[in-house]
């Protein structure tokens, strides 16, 4: 596996603030939820009507949302020379803002890329019994020994089978964790709904 994974590509940088000659009135808080498309859309909206210009509109067409911010930061994703043509109306100050902002500053931003997080080859038996129990609480299926077996091994095949004895020492330890409680119908998981009601005694019939 690669030490390093890009998950987004070089792009344009779009610092906004809000436009203060509007702020108060009824179009400020309209753009004050605004979502990051949205701004985008607006940026794109009101620099295409720069018919004159005819690469400024082509570049628009082309380039597309990536993300947003700090509520405040857009991002913009496209060719080379697309972004080139954007950073070059900015020079120009013929960069027209989204409504309802003001545009403070435009730069790059270099590819983003993360570290992937290995797991671990091992799973705690009683994380995994919690995980099967709930499912079957979910499923309202009735939760005794062998259908908790039958479940890890349709369900977690990476997992071994445990014993009887191995199965049985662990539920007792979520009880006694009050993790689990046990009653004649079967394995249920505490909830907060349940904490209180449920003594962490193992004086219950084993399912």
């Known amino acids: 596996m690669e030490k390093f994974l890009q998950i987004a ?23 004050h939820g605004s979502s990051g498309y949205e701004v985008f859309a607006s940026f794109k909206a009101v620099n295409m009507l720069h018919f004159w210009n005819k690469a400024l509109t082509h570049a628009l067409s082309e380039v597309f949302f990536l993300g947003w911010l700090l509520d405040r ?6 060719e080379e020379a697309q972004l080139e043509v954007l950073r070059s109306g900015w020079v120009r100050r013929t960069l027209r803002p989204p409504q309802g902002f003001d545009i403070k500053c435009i730069g790059d ?17 009683g994380e995994v019994l919690c ?16 259908a908790l077996v039958e479940h890890l ?36 998981i505490v909830t907060p709904q349940t904490y209180f009601i449920t003594p962490p005694s193992s004086g219950h019939p084993t399912p």
């Open 73 to 78: 930061v857009l991002l913009i994703q496209g």
């Open 9 to 31: 590509p070089h792009s344009l940088a779009l610092v906004l603030g809000r436009d203060e000659r509007k702020r108060g009135t009824e179009e400020s808080s309209e753009h």
């Open 109 to 125: 931003v270099s590819p983003i890329t993360m570290s992937p997080v290995s797991q671990s080859q091992f799973i705690p038996l």
């Open 153 to 188: 091994t349709a369900s977690f095949p990476g997992v071994p089978t445990p014993s009887s004895e191995v199965l049985r020492h662990t539920l007792n330890v979520l009880v006694r964790e009050r993790k689990i409680y046990p009653t004649p119908e079967g394995y249920f």
């Open 131 to 146: 995980l099967a129990i709930s499912s079957m609480n979910s499923a309202h299926k009735p939760v005794n020994q062998e």
